[in-house]
């Protein structure tokens, strides 16, 4: 049992991003169970909010942690070199978590930023990796593992959420009008 314990927890840490991804869905979708009355608007809201919260904000405040105090073993989990510039990256990870937990629940253009400057990071990070794969044959778990989805995956949905938000706000908001012009 402990045995799978283990390997349980080191996965979801070395695969942090899905971790918090799942996280932020699994909490998005309990809190919108709560809610009362329940449709779409409610349930995207409570989704992107999590989201942003977990995927951004969680996640990138672990990759602050592992970059900044645990340089050498992040690096060679990528499989590369320690090296200075991973302060950098944590650095940067570390504004993109504080972003990330401002805006998960204020307006739609704070999550637009939360998610649009770590999505260019992620994304850029994917085209890196697939670089390494090809070029220097690296197809270490943190290259070319998970993190190489998830780089992807996670800004696909956050769009993908910001995108319903907006979309079910313009009904909700033109049912109101019709709603509204069919009393007066």
Avoid at 136 to 157: C, E, F, K, S, T
Wanted: proline share 3%.
């Amino acid at each position: 049992m402990a045995d799978i314990a283990r390997t349980i927890i080191v996965f979801a840490l070395e695969n942090f991003s899905l971790s918090f991804f799942v996280l932020g869905l699994v909490v998005g979708g309990v809190a919108s169970a709560r809610q009362s009355p329940r449709d779409g608007a409610v349930i995207v809201e409570k989704l992107l909010s999590w989201y942003v919260f977990c995927a951004i904000g969680l996640s990138f405040l672990y990759n602050f942690v592992m970059h900044v105090f645990f340089g050498p073993m992040a690096a060679a989990f990528i499989g590369w070199a320690d090296s200075p510039f991973q302060f950098e990256v944590g650095t940067a990870s570390l504004g993109f978590a504080a972003v990330g937990f401002l805006a998960a629940w204020g307006s739609f253009e704070a999550r637009l930023a939360a998610i649009l400057g770590p999505s260019m990071f992620t994304l850029g990070a994917a085209v890196g990796h697939v670089h390494q794969m090809i070029a220097a044959h690296n197809v270490a778990p943190g290259n070319a593992g998970v993190i190489l989805y998830m780089d992807i995956i996670v800004p696909l949905a956050g769009f993908a959420l910001l995108w319903l938000d907006r979309r079910l706000a313009q009904v909700r908001r033109g049912s109101l009008r019709s709603h509204n012009g069919a009393a007066a």
